[in-house]
């Protein structure tokens, strides 16, 4: 993974032949699009114009799911197609993505029998790629599995299976599989312009980020997949076009694993303000959220706000029995959907209503757009935008191969226990890191389970560049533990700047720049 090689690429190419897709951005959307585009054997760019996954694609609720609340609201096609979509990316990832219980704690008599039906059906809707029942549960049966439940009140309880994995790593993960596929892929190189010729969009303009260099690079199908950013990419398109996009923020807090005390996650399926919430095992801590703010900035490191935690500590400590507080936050988080952007009718709808299905266009310049839907939806988004783009751009339709395709990584059966489990077939080569030198297989920190190793590894093999890029999305470190995340960063970027060839100065910034991002994640008490 040579990031100064597959800039040099870049360059070199200025002037050939030209690419066959150009995807701009590399979230889940773009990423999945690279996968798909060059397994179908077309010369592939994709340019991020910071990390991979740097934007909401590592902010998730961490699910692979079909989406229970989406079907309270009747939108059976997105579940089903989300479903499937769940089952796919469990058979090609089973590394990353695992089975997850879900406990619906019962507190009213009819709680049991209307979830258990509703549920039901969300099973019946994954056909053959279902993932197990649901089934109803005493309130002993609950007790038993979330020992930490809130007791008063409690009638008993409906479980139900869906998916779960780490976002950022499943990026990383595409990337690697984009790559080794033959895809040419860059962090850090940001899309300034549109190059057009007789009203036709055939390149683009780009900027290095990391030296300022700028270039262009020519391609048949540009694809604009920047997720809530999309707009500005349309704006060099046609400046006259109408907003597709409208952001919602979303925040989650992490708490420690003893607050759930279980392998099997909580839902809660009506919150105050008409929402689902999760409490969710993740790397031993737990997960809770989210929310839904429609917001004005379109930031790359929004803000959690503080009524957002609030709620969040709040209704997750009506259904637990030890109420999390604001001191009990290890790390808090905030993402933006890229929900659609109102139109005349829907001015009044409230984003939680907004439908999470993509939106998928070309415009008349035959710049093609793509945005909102999940990260469970990655693969056939990807799959329809290709198609799209073959269409638009009068190529001879090539068949996707994404729905058998193994993602890199992939490992069966992966031992759970060992935290470097999700690095999935890469496990054995982080090993042998750490047998090479014994500094290697040290801890970074007492409260956090990673390696010098690992950090060693980000570098060498997944394009991380900065100390954000490694303890934020590399290392999940920021969104476990934000305070020891800062603690460890000086011994991180020591790591790092011996691995990048980088001096004193260089350690001392990232230092700085990288506890400016982190001091957002934690909550003054
Ligand atoms: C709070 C929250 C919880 C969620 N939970 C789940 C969940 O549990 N399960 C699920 O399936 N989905 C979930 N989602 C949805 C999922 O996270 C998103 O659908 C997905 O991550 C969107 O990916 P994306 O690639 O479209 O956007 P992004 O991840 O935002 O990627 C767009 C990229 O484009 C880059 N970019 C922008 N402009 C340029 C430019 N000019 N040049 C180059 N690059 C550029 C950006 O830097 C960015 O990295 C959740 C979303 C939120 C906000």
């Not at 579940?79 to 990832?93: D, I, K, M, Q």
């Not at 649901?134 to 979330?146: N, T």
């Not at 860059?186 to 990391?210: C, S, W």
């Not at 890229?338 to 009718?345: D, F, G, I, R, V």
Request: a positive charge.
């Amino acid at each position: 993974m040579d990031r100064t090689h597959y800039v040099n690429q870049l360059k070199n190419t200025e002037n050939g032949s030209g690419w066959d897709f150009i995807v701009i951005g590399g979230g889940a959307t773009g990423l999945g699009i690279a996968v798909d585009a060059v397994t179908r054997g077309y010369k592939t760019v994709l340019l991020e114009q910071a990390d991979f996954a740097k934007a909401t694609s590592s902010r998730s609720t961490k699910l692979v799911h079909g989406g229970v609340r989406y079907l309270q609201q009747g939108d059976v096609a997105l579940v089903r197609e989300a479903l499937h979509e769940r089952g796919y990316l469990r058979r090609n990832a089973p590394h990353l993505v695992k089975n997850q219980r879900f406990i619906i704690g019962n507190y009213l008599w009819w709680e049991k029998p209307f979830y258990t039906l509703g549920l039901t059906f969300y099973d019946l809707l994954a056909g053959r790629m279902g993932l197990g029942r649901s089934l109803p549960m005493s309130k002993k049966s609950v007790i038993s599995h979330i020992p930490q439940i809130e007791r008063k009140g409690l009638k008993g309880g409906v479980s139900y299976q869906d998916g779960q994995f780490d976002d950022s790593r499943l990026a990383i993960n595409l990337l690697q599989t984009a790559v080794e596929n033959g895809a040419t892929v860059v962090n850090y190189v940001g899309v300034t312009g549109l190059i057009k010729e007789n009203g036709k969009v055939t390149g683009v303009t780009v900027a290095d980020k990391m030296n300022g260099d700028t270039f262009e690079l020519k391609g048949k199908c540009i694809v604009n997949a920047t997720g809530i950013f999309v707009d500005d990419i349309i704006r060099m398109d046609n400046p006259l076009k109408k907003p597709m996009v409208r952001p919602s923020q979303g925040v989650h807090v992490v708490v420690d694993g003893s607050f759930l005390n279980s392998d099997d996650a909580i839902m809660v399926p009506k919150t105050s303000d008409g929402r689902v919430m999760f409490g969710v095992p993740w790397h031993g801590r737990v997960i809770l959220g989210t929310t839904d703010t429609p917001v004005k900035k379109f930031e790359m490191e929004p803000k959690p706000l503080d009524e957002e935690v609030d709620f969040i500590l709040e209704t997750a400590g009506r259904y637990l029995v030890r109420k999390p507080q604001r001191k009990d936050v290890l790390s808090v988080f905030a993402g933006l959907r890229p929900l659609a952007a109102p139109t005349k009718h829907s001015e009044e709808a409230k984003t939680k209503e907004i439908s999470r299905s993509h939106k998928l266009v070309s415009s008349e310049s035959g710049l093609i757009t793509i945005t909102g839907g999940k990260w469970t939806t990655y693969r056939i988004m990807a799959e329809e935008t290709v198609d799209l783009a073959e269409k638009t751009h009068g190529m001879a339709h090539k068949p996707c191969k994404t729905r058998q395709l193994k993602i890199h990584g992939y490992k069966t059966n992966p031992d759970r226990n060992d935290h470097l489990y999700i690095y999935g077939c890469d496990r054995d080569k982080i090993i042998e890191l750490e047998k090479s030198n014994p500094e290697y297989a040290k801890k970074l920190h007492p409260n956090l389970e990673f390696t010098v190793a690992e950090v060693v590894w980000a570098v060498r093999e997944e394009m991380a560049l900065t100390l954000d890029d490694v303890l934020a999305r590399r290392v999940r470190a920021l969104y476990l533990n934000a305070k020891a995340s800062i603690e460890m960063a000086p011994a991180v970027a020591s790591v790092m700047a011996e691995e990048l060839n980088k001096d004193k100065n260089w350690e001392e910034e990232q230092v700085k720049e990288y506890t400016a991002i982190a001091q957002n994640y934690f909550l003054s008490s």
